[in-house]
């Protein structure tokens, strides 16, 4: 059975750094053609993906925000980290991460529940 | 960088009802399309995938077809369960993800 699931902070504060962690079990990100992603939904909005890591190490990030996005993996603690400086109200959203365990990296067929992040002073 | 449309926006239908919903890319996509159910206070679920693929646990009712820039989602019945906010999604070559605004198929 593949889960995943995310943690961190519910609440943040505008310029500071949100880390979020994401760890997932019944697969492993070492095997060929396994990523996990980060997407973000702002209330009533559609999806929006942040970054990508891939099974080989290869990472992608969104261009609109890649200055301020790093992921990382842990892949003997089974564990994707996401960070996001300089937060802004605007970045207020749900938070989920997701497995593209059998497309090649295309689509992500397995998804967190999400953590609603919200950003205020 | 490639833009889905999704259309119509909203999709009034009673239950047992056809659903037809539309994605368009601003370029060929080829067949790299997918298909995404949301529901109310849950995470997106993979329907459909390589634009005509039903993904694991997936139900027959659920159909996709199209290729290069028009694609299409296809309910045969509707059934209570099915009333959501739909998304198709494309990953780019570069690669870059992208997701279209979504159409909700409400109740009538």
């Known amino acids: 059975q593949i889960t995943l699931k995310e943690s961190g902070p519910t609440l943040v504060k505008p310029t500071q750094t949100l880390t979020l962690t994401c760890s997932f079990s019944?697969?492993?990100?070492?095997?060929?053609?396994?990523?996990v992603g980060w997407i973000r939904q702002p209330p009533g909005k559609a999806p929006e993906w942040l970054a990508v890591?891939?099974?080989?190490?290869?990472?992608r990030y969104s261009p609109s925000l890649k200055s301020r996005l790093t992921i990382a993996k842990d892949t003997s603690k089974n564990q994707v980290v996401l960070t996001l400086t300089n937060m802004d109200p605007v970045d207020t959203a749900t938070y989920y991460c997701?497995?593209?365990?059998?497309?090649?990296?295309?689509?992500?067929?397995?998804w967190g529940q999400g953590t609603l992040v919200t950003v205020s002073s | 960088e490639t833009v889905l449309t999704q259309s119509p926006a909203t999709l009034s239908l009673s239950p047992g009802e056809r659903a037809i919903l539309s994605c368009r890319a601003s370029?060929?996509?080829?067949?790299?399309l997918a298909w995404y159910q949301q529901k109310p206070g849950q995470a997106p679920r993979l329907l459909i995938y390589?634009?005509?693929n039903r993904a694991t646990g997936i139900p027959a009712r659920f159909s996709g077809s199209g290729s290069g820039t028009d694609f299409t989602l296809t309910i045969s019945s509707l059934e209570p369960e099915d009333f959501a906010v739909y998304y198709c999604?494309?990953?780019?070559?570069?690669?870059?993800?992208?997701f279209g605004p979504g159409t909700e198929v409400d109740m009538k």
């Open positions: 390589g634009a005509s």
């Open positions: 890591i891939y099974w080989d190490g290869d990472k």
């Open positions: 999604q494309h990953r780019s070559d570069w690669p870059r993800y992208s």
């Open positions: 019944g697969f492993s990100l070492s095997t060929s053609g396994v990523a």
């Open positions: 370029q060929s996509v080829s067949k790299y």
């Open positions: 997701a497995g593209s365990v059998d497309n090649w990296g295309y689509y992500f067929d397995y």
